[in-house]
């Protein structure tokens, strides 16, 4: 028998299938140890076949299968082989995706709860024991109540010698139980509410059908009320659901619903767990113990065996698009499996990506509508406020007029206020007013983000920390300028005004603990009147009942983003945050602060009209040739040495010129240049981006041109990427 085997060797040289002589147990899906140009190397069985195409003296035989259950499931082989050709991935990358560290590198271990028990009937037992030993007596009599007991538990009541002497008399027996770490979830009662009729006839659409469905429904429509019920069905037929969520807004609240829905039948993959917690979580799922996987992105990949639906919640969210290497787009994904399974792909959005809304145009997905919030809510109202008119009538507060307004308003009548600014840290940068000294890392090509409370200057694109200026290190000068304004200012300025209210900050940099997510929402939905100052991360998921004001303090920060997406970024931003208001009582008012107060996203916004927008951002994306009626593509180039990298950049870019001379009109730009960011952690950064008309064959010809080795130089090819830096 031959093995066909993946070698765990992340090399392009290498990134083929190789044969190799299986052992009598080999099977498909294991984990072996082969040898591999005079080392051993670890390696993965994606096959096994009576027959090989090379010279049989050549082959030489795995020394060692790593396991005796394979890890690999076929249908998880199979969409190896599909990430690897259709991203154009290494296949040991892709065995990455699919197989956490902490399972591939057995860097972790079930652990065990170990429990005692009485071997002989208690009076027995004290026959045996004699009366002298009066702790191991007592320890008899609590296991003759108990039953059973915990050893450490044991050991603490009555001391480590005596427990273990009792076991080496034989009279108390130990046995080990798996021990699960799992990720801890408040327990609360969910009502199962009684379905609305276009929640009804949103879930009879899309059960057990084998296609692709957009379930658009405005925030609060009731959409995970419908997954839900889907996923209870699936569950009746014995199958299995995956639930994804951005990993922000895979909130306490998210898991606390679907934990009640499904008691002890949901497994949690995201970023945040411990690598204990992740191994656990994960083998619950291979071993078939749950039926519902909620997780961020990569859950994708779960080994989670006969689908009932997979469901993609913010579908437009750019968390789906992994932006490092390897890189995949979980839509595609997640499409693969479905198909698989034969069963349903439900992507879910109040503001569907533009390009899932123009698939739902042209049929290739099925649109299904939620119009309406659920007992008739309405959508908060949005007012504008031009910043601008602020500014002349001498307000430079970060806070317009109307929204103290507004912010007293709420917090008078004893409510609760969220305030979104997508900038962390206190001020954006630290310049000198005399001679224009601008604070930058020394490894990055950026400006360093001043933070307040530990009184640096941090790198947001490295981490490097450096100390804060109290005077230009160019001319002395004491003339400091702070930019924009970001979260922890906001709470300073909201501080003086409102010095009696809670104020929570919620964003990388209060977050980083374990669970402080967690404990910061917990704090603030105890907390009436307060205030929640944040950054994206507030946007999404939350359902807080008496939220009633939302601030969106400077909006134009993601509309002046410059690229193809940011207008459809933003818009889906305004709605996102909006939507936190008036989840309950209709209450709910929102202000939009903005330079820009007549630019249509904030117009189609302010009405909630997604349509409208769509209609108007289509039209815009086809006269001017970006996706979805183009393809960009971007080789990015990186290197320590300035020179290397322009040099590859140089040589990569001559190639891509023969494709546009082969493609002609098909390809629309092509240029090379240095990157908007052009240097990130000491590494220079040149780019060669081109845009064309989709075709899967020029993509191929690009990918091929740029799968080269050059020493010292990274080269990365990215498609449609989110961030171009
Ligand atoms: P979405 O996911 O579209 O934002 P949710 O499913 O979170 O909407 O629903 C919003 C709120 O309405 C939640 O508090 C939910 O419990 C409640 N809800 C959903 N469906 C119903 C229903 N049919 N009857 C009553 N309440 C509902
Ligand atoms: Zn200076
Ligand atoms: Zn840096």
Known sequence: MYARVIVDISNDAVDRIFDYKALEDTQVGMRVKVPFANRTVMGYVIGLSDTTDVDIKKIKPIIKNLESVPKLKPEIIDLCLFLAKHFFLRLSDCIKLVLPSCVRLDSQREQNLYMLYLIYDIDNAINILGKRVKNQLSAVAFLSEQGECEFSKMVELFGRSSINALIQKGIVG????????????????????????????????MSNQDKTFLLKGVTGSGKTEVYMTIIEKAIKDNKT??????????????????????????????????EGERFDEWNRIFNGEVHVVLGARSAIFAPIENL?????????????????????????????????????????????SIDSFKKAKDDVYTLVELPERINGLSMPEIEIVDMLNEVLDGNTSPFSRRLLNKLSECINNKKQAILFINRRGFASFMMCRECGYRAKCDDCEVSLVYHKEDNELKCHFCGKRYRALTNCPNCNSTNIKYGALGTERVCDELHKIFPDIPIFRMDND????????????????NTTPSILVGTQMIAKGHDYPNVSFVGILDADVSLYNSDYKSNERTFQLVTQVAGRAGRKNNDGYVILQTYAPKHYVYRFAQHYDYVGFYEKEINLRQTTGFPPFSTILRILVSSVSDNKAKEVTKKLYDKAMLLKEKFGKKIIFLQAMPSPVKRIQTKYRYQILTRYVPDDKITTEFFNISDIIEKDVSIFVEINPNNLR
């Open 174 to 205: 130990k046995r080990a139980i798996r021990r699960f770490r799992t990720p801890s979830v408040q327990q609360v009662s969910c009502v199962k509410n009684l379905l609305t009729p276009s929640q009804q006839n949103a879930v009879d659409i």
């Open 308 to 352: 009932g639906v997979i469901v993609i919640d913010e579908e437009h969210d750019s968390s789906y698009i992994s932006e490092t290497n390897p890189r995949f787009i979980t839509h595609d994904v997640a499409e693969y499996r479905a198909r698989q399974n034969a069963c349903p792909l439900i992507l879910g959005s109040a503001t569907p």
């Open 241 to 274: 659901a995956i639930m994804l969520v951005p990993e922000i807004s895979l909130t306490p609240q998210m898991m606390q619903r679907f934990n009640s829905r499904f008691p002890n039948d949901v497994a949690v993959l995201h970023s945040g767990l411990t």
């Open 510 to 525: 209060t977050t980083r603990g374990k669970d402080a997510h967690k404990k910061i929402l917990e704090k603030f939905s």
